[in-house]
Protein backbone atom coordinates (compact mmCIF):
# COMPACT_ATOMS: atom_id res chain seq x y z
CA UNK A 1 0.00 0.00 0.00
CA UNK A 2 2.97 2.42 0.69
CA UNK A 3 3.70 2.19 -3.25
CA UNK A 4 0.65 3.00 -4.17
CA UNK A 5 0.60 5.88 -1.64
CA UNK A 6 3.91 7.44 -2.95
CA UNK A 7 2.67 6.67 -7.18
CA UNK A 8 2.00 10.22 -8.86
CA UNK A 9 -1.56 9.93 -9.60
CA UNK A 10 -4.95 10.92 -8.34
CA UNK A 11 -6.15 10.43 -5.16
CA UNK A 12 -9.39 8.14 -6.17
CA UNK A 13 -6.70 6.42 -9.21
CA UNK A 14 -4.98 5.60 -5.72
CA UNK A 15 -8.34 4.29 -4.39
CA UNK A 16 -9.03 1.97 -7.05
CA UNK A 17 -5.63 0.67 -6.95
CA UNK A 18 -5.66 0.13 -3.32
CA UNK A 19 -9.02 -1.93 -4.17
CA UNK A 20 -7.12 -4.27 -6.74
CA UNK A 21 -4.19 -4.66 -4.37
CA UNK A 22 -6.33 -5.98 -1.42
CA UNK A 23 -7.70 -8.50 -4.08
CA UNK A 24 -4.39 -9.48 -4.81
CA UNK A 25 -3.10 -10.11 -1.26
CA UNK A 26 -6.16 -11.91 -0.66
CA UNK A 27 -5.73 -14.31 -3.06
CA UNK A 28 -1.91 -14.37 -1.73
CA UNK A 29 -0.86 -13.35 -5.40
CA UNK A 30 3.14 -13.89 -5.38
CA UNK A 31 4.62 -11.11 -7.37
CA UNK A 32 7.92 -13.22 -8.22
CA UNK A 33 5.41 -15.78 -10.07
CA UNK A 34 6.63 -15.97 -13.91
CA UNK A 35 4.49 -15.18 -16.24
CA UNK A 36 2.17 -18.57 -16.73
CA UNK A 37 1.35 -19.05 -13.57
CA UNK A 38 0.55 -14.86 -13.54
CA UNK A 39 -1.70 -16.23 -16.55
CA UNK A 40 -3.55 -18.64 -14.85
CA UNK A 41 -4.09 -16.80 -11.96
CA UNK A 42 -5.87 -14.11 -13.64
CA UNK A 43 -7.76 -16.75 -15.64
CA UNK A 44 -9.84 -17.49 -12.75
CA UNK A 45 -11.38 -13.60 -13.42
CA UNK A 46 -13.84 -11.92 -16.22
CA UNK A 47 -11.23 -10.59 -18.54
CA UNK A 48 -11.85 -6.62 -17.59
CA UNK A 49 -10.94 -7.60 -13.80
CA UNK A 50 -8.07 -9.76 -15.77
CA UNK A 51 -7.00 -6.15 -17.44
CA UNK A 52 -7.50 -3.88 -13.91
CA UNK A 53 -5.40 -6.59 -11.33
CA UNK A 54 -2.84 -7.15 -14.12
CA UNK A 55 -2.64 -3.53 -14.53
CA UNK A 56 -2.29 -3.01 -10.74
CA UNK A 57 0.52 -5.76 -11.28
CA UNK A 58 2.74 -4.17 -13.33
CA UNK A 59 2.24 -0.87 -12.11
CA UNK A 60 4.08 -2.37 -8.79
CA UNK A 61 6.74 -4.02 -10.74
CA UNK A 62 7.35 -1.43 -12.64
CA UNK A 63 7.28 0.82 -9.38
CA UNK A 64 10.51 -1.31 -8.16
CA UNK A 65 12.06 -1.39 -11.31
CA UNK A 66 11.05 -5.62 -11.73
CA UNK A 67 11.30 -6.27 -15.76
CA UNK A 68 7.29 -5.77 -16.76
CA UNK A 69 8.04 -6.86 -20.82
CA UNK A 70 6.20 -10.07 -20.14
CA UNK A 71 2.96 -8.59 -18.29
CA UNK A 72 3.12 -5.58 -21.17
CA UNK A 73 2.69 -8.67 -23.46
CA UNK A 74 -0.27 -10.06 -21.69
CA UNK A 75 -2.11 -7.14 -21.47
CA UNK A 76 -1.20 -6.73 -25.40
CA UNK A 77 -2.73 -9.85 -25.76
CA UNK A 78 -6.27 -9.84 -23.48
CA UNK A 79 -6.91 -6.40 -24.53
CA UNK A 80 -8.41 -7.58 -28.13
CA UNK A 81 -10.01 -10.25 -25.77
CA UNK A 82 -11.90 -7.46 -23.97
CA UNK A 83 -12.69 -5.71 -26.71
CA UNK A 84 -14.67 -8.33 -28.43
CA UNK A 85 -16.34 -9.26 -24.94
CA UNK A 86 -17.29 -5.65 -25.09
CA UNK A 87 -18.83 -5.76 -28.84
CA UNK A 88 -20.43 -9.00 -28.02
CA UNK A 89 -22.25 -7.11 -25.02
CA UNK A 90 -22.92 -3.91 -27.37
CA UNK A 91 -24.73 -6.12 -29.86
CA UNK A 92 -26.75 -7.43 -27.29
CA UNK A 93 -28.06 -4.43 -25.90
CA UNK A 94 -31.53 -2.47 -27.01
CA UNK A 95 -31.56 1.31 -26.29
CA UNK A 96 -34.55 3.53 -26.84
CA UNK A 97 -34.40 5.96 -29.25
CA UNK A 98 -33.11 9.85 -28.66
CA UNK A 99 -37.22 10.97 -29.82
CA UNK A 100 -38.06 8.51 -26.43
CA UNK A 101 -35.68 9.97 -24.66
CA UNK A 102 -36.32 13.35 -24.65
CA UNK A 103 -40.05 12.78 -24.51
CA UNK A 104 -39.59 11.26 -21.31
CA UNK A 105 -37.66 13.59 -20.07
CA UNK A 106 -39.89 16.33 -21.17
CA UNK A 107 -42.54 14.63 -19.54
CA UNK A 108 -40.18 14.73 -16.06
CA UNK A 109 -40.24 18.21 -16.68
CA UNK A 110 -44.10 18.62 -17.02
CA UNK A 111 -44.83 16.55 -13.68
CA UNK A 112 -42.51 19.20 -11.90
CA UNK A 113 -39.75 16.69 -11.18
CA UNK A 114 -37.40 19.20 -11.58
CA UNK A 115 -34.26 17.36 -10.12
CA UNK A 116 -35.05 14.34 -12.29
CA UNK A 117 -35.40 16.64 -15.23
CA UNK A 118 -31.69 18.42 -14.96
CA UNK A 119 -29.76 15.02 -14.12
CA UNK A 120 -31.49 13.43 -17.40
CA UNK A 121 -30.55 17.13 -19.29
CA UNK A 122 -26.89 16.90 -17.88
CA UNK A 123 -26.68 13.15 -18.84
CA UNK A 124 -28.30 13.62 -22.73
CA UNK A 125 -26.67 16.98 -23.69
CA UNK A 126 -23.09 16.53 -22.52
CA UNK A 127 -22.87 12.71 -21.89
CA UNK A 128 -21.59 13.04 -17.91
CA UNK A 129 -21.19 9.84 -15.95
CA UNK A 130 -22.15 9.89 -12.32
CA UNK A 131 -20.21 11.15 -10.51
CA UNK A 132 -20.11 14.50 -12.71
CA UNK A 133 -23.74 14.55 -11.03
CA UNK A 134 -22.66 14.54 -7.92
CA UNK A 135 -23.20 18.03 -8.26
CA UNK A 136 -24.53 21.16 -5.59
CA UNK A 137 -26.97 23.93 -6.82
CA UNK A 138 -26.23 27.85 -6.28
CA UNK A 139 -23.34 26.62 -4.00
CA UNK A 140 -19.50 26.32 -5.16
CA UNK A 141 -18.23 22.67 -4.63
CA UNK A 142 -16.04 19.61 -6.80
CA UNK A 143 -19.22 19.77 -9.26
CA UNK A 144 -22.10 22.15 -9.31
CA UNK A 145 -24.86 24.34 -10.84
CA UNK A 146 -24.48 28.30 -10.72
CA UNK A 147 -26.92 30.96 -12.26
CA UNK A 148 -25.16 33.57 -13.94
CA UNK A 149 -27.94 36.43 -15.48
CA UNK A 150 -30.02 34.47 -18.10
CA UNK A 151 -27.62 31.44 -18.11
CA UNK A 152 -26.29 28.11 -15.80
CA UNK A 153 -23.07 27.58 -15.07
CA UNK A 154 -22.48 24.21 -14.79
CA UNK A 155 -18.80 23.24 -13.70
CA UNK A 156 -17.16 19.99 -13.09
CA UNK A 157 -13.98 19.61 -11.48
CA UNK A 158 -14.34 16.18 -9.52
CA UNK A 159 -14.90 13.46 -12.70
CA UNK A 160 -13.27 10.19 -13.78
CA UNK A 161 -10.78 11.56 -16.19
CA UNK A 162 -9.73 15.11 -14.43
CA UNK A 163 -6.27 14.75 -14.24
CA UNK A 164 -6.24 14.49 -18.41
CA UNK A 165 -8.87 16.55 -19.10
CA UNK A 166 -9.23 19.50 -16.58
CA UNK A 167 -12.21 21.66 -14.85
CA UNK A 168 -15.29 21.20 -17.47
CA UNK A 169 -17.48 24.46 -17.70
CA UNK A 170 -20.69 24.50 -19.73
CA UNK A 171 -22.49 26.89 -20.32
CA UNK A 172 -26.57 26.43 -20.35
CA UNK A 173 -29.59 28.57 -21.70
CA UNK A 174 -32.56 25.83 -22.19
CA UNK A 175 -35.62 27.54 -20.30
CA UNK A 176 -36.82 24.83 -18.72
CA UNK A 177 -33.90 23.83 -17.11
CA UNK A 178 -32.89 27.23 -15.99
CA UNK A 179 -36.65 26.75 -14.42
CA UNK A 180 -36.26 23.81 -13.11
CA UNK A 181 -32.97 25.21 -11.27
CA UNK A 182 -35.07 27.60 -10.20
CA UNK A 183 -37.41 25.55 -8.07
CA UNK A 184 -34.94 24.18 -6.32
CA UNK A 185 -33.42 24.59 -2.78
CA UNK A 186 -29.32 25.95 -2.52
CA UNK A 187 -26.94 23.14 -1.73
CA UNK A 188 -26.18 18.81 -2.57
CA UNK A 189 -28.58 17.30 -4.29
CA UNK A 190 -28.16 14.37 -1.95
CA UNK A 191 -26.30 13.46 1.23
CA UNK A 192 -25.70 10.16 0.58
CA UNK A 193 -22.57 7.87 0.06
CA UNK A 194 -23.52 5.83 -3.04
CA UNK A 195 -24.32 8.28 -6.02
CA UNK A 196 -24.87 5.22 -8.33
CA UNK A 197 -27.81 3.86 -6.04
CA UNK A 198 -28.94 7.86 -6.03
CA UNK A 199 -29.15 8.33 -9.39
CA UNK A 200 -30.97 4.76 -10.56
CA UNK A 201 -34.29 6.57 -9.00
CA UNK A 202 -33.41 9.30 -11.13
CA UNK A 203 -32.34 8.95 -14.44
CA UNK A 204 -34.56 7.28 -17.48
CA UNK A 205 -31.45 5.03 -18.14
CA UNK A 206 -27.98 4.19 -16.49
CA UNK A 207 -25.40 7.00 -17.59
CA UNK A 208 -23.64 4.41 -19.61
CA UNK A 209 -26.03 3.62 -21.75
CA UNK A 210 -27.80 7.05 -22.42
CA UNK A 211 -23.89 7.85 -24.22
CA UNK A 212 -24.58 4.76 -25.93
CA UNK A 213 -27.66 5.86 -27.45
CA UNK A 214 -26.23 9.18 -28.53
CA UNK A 215 -23.14 7.73 -30.06
CA UNK A 216 -25.48 5.51 -31.98
CA UNK A 217 -27.74 7.87 -33.15
CA UNK A 218 -24.56 10.21 -34.06
CA UNK A 219 -23.26 7.12 -35.82
CA UNK A 220 -26.48 6.49 -37.94
CA UNK A 221 -26.47 10.27 -38.62
CA UNK A 222 -22.86 10.40 -39.92
CA UNK A 223 -23.10 13.47 -37.61
CA UNK A 224 -19.48 13.06 -36.77
CA UNK A 225 -18.71 16.67 -35.34
CA UNK A 226 -21.28 15.73 -32.66
CA UNK A 227 -19.56 12.57 -31.27
CA UNK A 228 -16.46 14.48 -31.04
CA UNK A 229 -17.99 16.88 -28.77
CA UNK A 230 -19.73 14.60 -26.76
CA UNK A 231 -16.40 13.29 -27.05
CA UNK A 232 -14.71 16.44 -25.51
CA UNK A 233 -17.85 16.87 -22.81
CA UNK A 234 -17.49 13.69 -21.57
CA UNK A 235 -13.91 13.57 -21.22
CA UNK A 236 -13.43 10.58 -23.26
CA UNK A 237 -10.90 9.39 -26.00
CA UNK A 238 -12.44 9.28 -29.29
CA UNK A 239 -10.28 5.73 -29.66
CA UNK A 240 -12.44 4.49 -26.67
CA UNK A 241 -15.75 6.07 -27.94
CA UNK A 242 -15.63 4.24 -30.73
CA UNK A 243 -14.70 1.17 -29.20
CA UNK A 244 -16.24 0.78 -25.65
CA UNK A 245 -20.09 2.61 -26.83
CA UNK A 246 -20.47 2.33 -30.18
CA UNK A 247 -24.04 -0.15 -30.65
CA UNK A 248 -23.03 0.11 -34.80
CA UNK A 249 -19.71 -1.11 -34.24
CA UNK A 250 -18.81 1.32 -37.33
CA UNK A 251 -15.07 1.48 -37.63
CA UNK A 252 -14.02 5.13 -39.38
CA UNK A 253 -11.79 7.83 -37.91
CA UNK A 254 -12.97 10.82 -36.47
CA UNK A 255 -10.45 13.72 -36.26
Known amino acids: MEIIDNLSVSDKTKEGYKNLFKILER ?60 HAKLNELELMSVLQFKKLMNNLYKNEMYLEYILNYLCFHYGVRNEDLNLSIGIEDDNYLMQDGDKIIYIRKNYKTHDTYGDKRHVIKDKKFIDSYNKLSKGKIYDGLQITNFLKKKLIMNEGNIFKMLIKHYEEQGNTKKIKQLSTDRGTSIPTVLSNYNINNSKYIIQ
Open 27 to 86: DQYDFNNNIKKTETYLSAYPIRKQLDLLNIIIVIKKYVNKDIEDLVKLRDKLRPILQKDV
